[in-house]
């Protein structure tokens, strides 16, 4: 039960509220002419998140926010999207930290879908620079450890994630390609990341499957790389309202 509440309050109450806050603080940096390092103007086209799922109520495990996870109503609609993922596909998250988010995919995707997250060790030698604020997010302690909590109690959906390590712009997605029905990008806000990332997740994306991207509009990196993906490409990103989600699906 409390599990939907939260979803109720994800997606209801915060997201609209947190939605109406980031409006107005771009409004005002606008006519300011001020720039802030972690709130950008955007320049993606906007949809509603009801545009994006089928789902008009989800559950939402682990709702406690830490430094470094996302939003609980950017976590409502990732849920309201793996929830309508075709069966017996694979998920595939770019960027595990605690595990948060991979453990909500599991909970939320079919049965017979497989989670896929990849991590970078804290020791492991990257093929870009990371930028100056991630590092915490590398040395932790563990990596998943919120999906530890669910072994002995639910093991029929942690047995539905596989951790994977390795740094994103040299590991071998390959096995993946052609087979994921939603890919989640929230590795580093690096705009070389933010570029190989997307390169990767173009790759592992079905007929039907869909990517998210996470932090447009937040780290500047992840939004100058997809605002110029976009205007080369025009692929069709679309920035979800109230969020900083970016959403495409592979029609």
């Not at 939003?71 to 694979?90: K, W």
């Not at 997740?201 to 998210?212: N, P």
Request: aromatic share 12%; hydrophobic share 35%; charged share 25%.
């Amino acid at each position: 039960m409390k599990e939907l509440l939260h979803g109720i309050y994800g997606l209801w109450l915060y997201l609209p509220l947190s939605g109406l806050s980031r409006k107005w603080r771009r409004f005002f940096n606008k006519i300011r002419g001020k720039e802030s390092d972690l709130l950008q103007q955007i320049r993606l086209p906007a949809i509603s998140w009801r545009e994006c799922t089928s789902r008009n109520t989800v559950k939402i495990w682990e709702h406690n926010k830490a430094n470094g996870n996302i939003r609980i109503s950017e976590l409502g609609i990732i849920n309201a999207i793996a929830s309508n993922c075709e069966d017996d596909t694979n998920l595939f998250e770019i960027g595990t930290f605690d595990g948060r988010t991979s453990l909500n995919l599991a909970y939320s995707s079919p049965t017979h879908c497989k989670v896929f997250t990849l991590d970078l060790k804290p020791e492991t030698e990257t093929a870009y620079p990371l930028i100056r604020g991630e590092r915490h997010m590398v040395d932790k302690e563990s990596s998943g450890s919120r999906i530890e909590k669910y072994r002995e109690s639910n093991s029929l959906v942690t047995n539905k994630i596989e951790q994977l390590f390795g740094d994103s712009a040299k590991f071998d997605f390959s096995p993946y390609h052609d087979s994921c029905s939603l890919i989640f990008i929230d590795g580093s806000h690096a705009y070389d990341y933010a570029i190989s990332d997307t390169n990767q997740a173009f790759k592992l994306v079905k007929k039907g499957g869909i990517i998210l991207w996470h932090d447009y509009g937040v780290w500047e990196g992840v939004t100058k790389a997809l605002e110029e993906i976009e205007q080369t490409n025009q692929f069709g990103l679309k920035s979800i309202k109230g969020t900083s989600l970016v959403y495409w699906k592979n029609e």
